[in-house]
């Protein structure tokens, strides 16, 4: 697999914004990983893959069938049917739709998005695997190591691309101080503090996110000092 550096993924998600939303680079605009989806000419279907939210969402690099339920509750004697995907197809739990957890589906979907963006050529010439299904565990954590799975380190990557284009840095950086009234902006991170905490959720609905994605956001920016 490709290891890219978080550089590398700032300036992929920069390039993105660039291209298809310049405007996110100057105000807080939620992403709307649907249109970008259709952009890349992925198709994108809504189904319960898991009578639960064990996979949130997944991505077919290939051709392929896979078990979809007809609930998102499971009943006793429940039994799934298999259905036919076509390469280029996104298809995000229905279940987030059922639950309108529109916040959580704007992460998921964008993460599905960014698997195309960033693997689509290992998965071509490097796996047999045709689906990349993603676990809910998976979600939210953006730091990895050499050390790791190849899963994990895909995963989180993925996860720091995503979060780079919903929230592009510069933007991200000057939005936070700007709530915080600071008249500079400080070179170097600063000491999370309680009352930062209405202010992080004031940016996190603008994003259209939830909260720990922006908190985790600002630490991988180096904007609030990590925790140890």
């Not at 300036?11 to 990983?33: C, G, H, S, T, W």
């Not at 799934?80 to 229905?94: D, L, M």
């Amino acid at each position: 697999m490709c290891f890219y550096s978080k550089e590398k993924l700032e300036n992929m998600a920069d390039q993105i914004n660039i291209e298809f939303y310049p405007e996110r680079l100057e105000k807080v605009i939620p992403f709307d990983a649907y249109d970008f989806m259709e952009k890349q000419g992925l198709e994108i279907e809504w189904k319960y893959i898991t009578p639960n939210k064990k996979l949130l969402g997944m991505i077919f690099f290939g051709d392929e069938v896979w078990p979809v339920w007809d609930s998102g509750k499971y009943k006793q004697g429940d039994l799934p049917h298999k259905e036919f995907f076509k390469k280029g197809t996104v298809v995000i739990n229905n279940i987030l739709i059922d639950e309108k957890d529109i916040k959580k589906e704007r992460f998921v979907s964008g993460h599905e998005a960014m698997h195309w963006v960033k693997d689509k050529n290992y998965f071509r010439t490097h796996t047999t695997d045709v689906i990349h299904a993603c676990k809910e565990e998976v979600f939210e954590k953006t730091y990895w190591n050499n050390k790791m799975s190849k899963e994990d380190i895909i995963e989180r990557q993925t996860n720091y691309l995503n979060a780079a284009v919903l929230m592009p840095r510069n933007l991200i950086k000057k939005e936070f101080f700007k709530r915080l009234r600071y008249k500079n902006i400080p070179d170097g991170p600063i000491e999370y503090m309680l009352y930062m905490r209405k202010h992080i959720k004031s940016l996190a609905d603008d994003f259209g996110l939830n909260y720990n994605p922006v908190l985790y956001r600002l630490y991988d920016l180096n904007i609030l000092k990590r925790k140890d």
